[in-house]
């Protein structure tokens, strides 16, 4: 008997059923090919898209950056923010302050 799929998950069928594919080559290729994506506002998977001559998204929904955290992370960075691992969101808050304030001096060091 086959399960039908909910109403809300119907446009995800065609991502379901897509196969990943990677690609293992030279270091110069793929740093060619990140540094291009990344000229053009693409995801390296999109560019790869693009170069092949596939259709890509113009513009992914939400652009972002991700991390995978362990719970050993959860606890390594609870330590340094002085929290409890189990404040994720709090964790989160100070991840993202760090990485813009990183950004910020990184460019002002760059400026004349």
Known sequence: MARKIPEKWQSSVKAIK???VAFDMDEKIQLSIRK???????????QIRDILGLP????????RLTVSLAPSDYQLLAEKYQLKAEEQLEIK???MDDLVNYINVDCSDEQP
């Not at 291009?36 to 999109?46: K, M, N, R, V």
Request: charged letters at 30%.
């Open 18 to 20: 897509a196969v990943q």
């Open 36 to 46: 291009q994506a990344l000229e053009a506002g693409l995801s390296p998977s999109d």
């Open 56 to 63: 890509i998204n113009k513009r992914p929904k939400r652009p």
């Open 93 to 95: 808050k100070k991840l």
